[in-house]
């Protein structure tokens, strides 16, 4: 969303600028393949490193932290939370003071300081607890130790603020969409960047983990820092090539704007009468126009006039904290009809951060032999991202493909109302068997009296298969939902509301287990969850009891929150495009 004081406007770069403290606004003659190659090559490494340590960081607390479960589940759930947060604070950076190339320069280079720390962690002894050869009482880790840990951790999360909000939108803006090679280069971008992606993650998530848990934390680690301090390099080459655009004003204080505004004037009855303000729009401006609407009525106070006054004679408001545009007030109501689905998606994380945390704790506590071979606890994560690429292959590639030819029809896909009802029941299948396996995992060890249970970890799979179809269905029709509720203009904004989803999922995840930690210990009984040992916990209770919340989530988003999936305002946007660009006759 742009302000009403013309900051659109992109000034060409002044002689002798300094590149890094002020990136120029080019215009569009660098980009293309050229940047993308530096780009893509700097997310590869990025991500390489990066998903090393999120698919193996239970463990690593787990085995050289000594960490029990409630505190382990915490500290992995708050710092994925925060990871996911600060692409908020890392977006309003971008758009409002930094721009892209900065913000993900200063990203990178936290990531890079956080991994290092991680790296001394693993690297020298003293900063950690001594190791436990006996799984109880085991010395915990010192506060001090903690300190430093945490610092390294809280780096990566600041760092991945920076990278996560900014990355996909910096490749983006190597292209002028405004022509039809400029859009086919960027779907072909997209393309390579989640090729890219993958193979990031399937080297990360075997060789990286392979090597930290068999081989050397302190390799494992050095790792990925290494891979980090590369992805730098490639992104500072490429400088010279890039489309930096300055910073354009940040949508987050437009929203606030809107918001100051409505209740200042919350006492203001609106009417056919009210005079609202509407000023015309430049072409730009008009691409991005959102329909307007009837609903969340009480936001358009926010552009009522109530005094001539508040215009100043050029015809902008005095004072654009209490005056808005019927624009501004329109785009914080598409962001407003999403919070019911948001709510959902909240419900359907929270289930698959289970296999993050107990699920890996389950797999540590299970057979991990198959064929001479030991399976590191932390590629069990590969399980879910082959289940989730598989159907995405088998729904692109035959269904779709199967669908046209036998019913005729175009448009066979599944509706986004569909896909989230799948993901829901998905969510609840997941939990209700984590919960049955945990059940058969635990019996067995305790028959046996053995800290590891017998039953291979091959069992722990169909869980891993359900998390991942979780994402495939949840995950991808609500980043979809998302975006395609807002207007073009606002794609980074509803980025920033998905990963702020994945956050509060962490969170609530984390006061979740908390609250059942205390509540199954009242009256002197044993808690469901805490402590070292899964076998002296009832991790299916906690399990079910997730189960039962995904239950509500169905009814809830069936009774209610449904209903707000019905407009398209991307389709809507782009037939006011077309309309426009249709020669007058």
Known sequence: MRG????????????????????????????????????????????????????NITVY?????????????????????????????GAFLSDAYLGRFLTLLFGSTSSFLGMGMVALTAGLPNLRPPSCPEESDCTQPK????????????????????????????????FDTKTEKGRTQLKSFFNWWYFLF??????????????????????????????????????????????????????????????????????????????????????????????????????????????????????????????CSIQQVERLKCLVGIVPVWFTGIACFIAMDQMNTFGILQAIQSNTTIHNFQVPPGWMGLTSMISLATWIFIYECIYVACAQKLTGKEDVRFSTKQKIRVGIVMS??????????????????????????PLSIALLLPQFVLSGLLEAFAAVAIMEFFNNQVPESMRSVAGSVFFLSLSMASYLNSVLVNVVHSLSGRNGRSPWLGGRDLNT?????????VAALGVANF????????????????????????????PSS
Not at 27 to 40: D, E, S, T
Not at 214 to 227: D, E, K, M, Q
Not at 537 to 545: A, C, I, V
């Open 61 to 89: 607390l787990r085995t050289e932290y000594n960490m029990e479960g409630i505190f382990l589940v915490n500290v992995v759930s708050i710092w994925s939370g925060s990871s996911s947060f600060t692409s908020l604070a």
């Open 198 to 323: 993958t193979v990031a993650l399937l080297i990360a998530l075997t060789v990286v983990v392979y090597v930290q848990t068999n081989v050397s934390w302190f390799l494992g680690f050095v790792i990925p820092t290494a891979c980090l301090a590369v992805s730098i390099t490639i992104f500072l080459l490429g400088r010279c090539v890039y489309v930096c655009m300055k910073p354009q004003g940040s949508v987050f204080v437009d929203i606030c704007k809107v918001i100051n505004a409505a209740w200042r004037k919350r006492k203001v009855t609106t009417g056919p009468e009210s005079a609202f303000y509407n000023p015309p729009e430049s072409e730009s401006e008009q691409q991005n126009t959102v329909p307007t609407t009837d609903r969340f009525k009480y936001l358009d106070k926010a552009a009522i006039i109530l005094d001539p006054n508040e215009l100043n004679p050029e015809g902008l408001p005095s004072n654009n904290w209490r005056l």
């Open 537 to 545: 916990n009832r991790l299916d209770y906690f399990y079910f009891t």
């Open 428 to 453: 609840v299948l997941c939990m209700l068997v984590a919960g049955f396996m945990e059940r058969k995992r635990r019996e067995a060890a305790l028959e046996t009296g053995s800290f590891v249970s």
């Open 555 to 582: 009814a809830y988003f069936n009774l209610f929150a449904h209903r707000y999936v019905f407009v398209d305002v991307g389709s809507r946007e782009r037939e006011a495009t077309e309309r426009l660009n249709e």
């Open 4 to 55: 009403m004081e013309g900051e659109d406007r992109r000034d060409p770069p002044s002689q002798g600028e300094n590149f890094l403290l002020n990136p120029p606004s080019s215009p569009r003659k660098p980009g293309g393949w050229k940047a993308i190659a530096y780009i893509l090559g700097n997310e590869s490494f990025e991500k390489l490193a990066s998903m090393s340590l999120i698919a």
């Open 143 to 174: 506060p001090w130790q903690l300190s430093v840990l945490f610092g390294g951790l809280a780096l990566l999360a600041l760092g991945s603020g920076g990278i996560r909000s900014c990355n996909i939108a910096f490749g983006a803006d190597q």
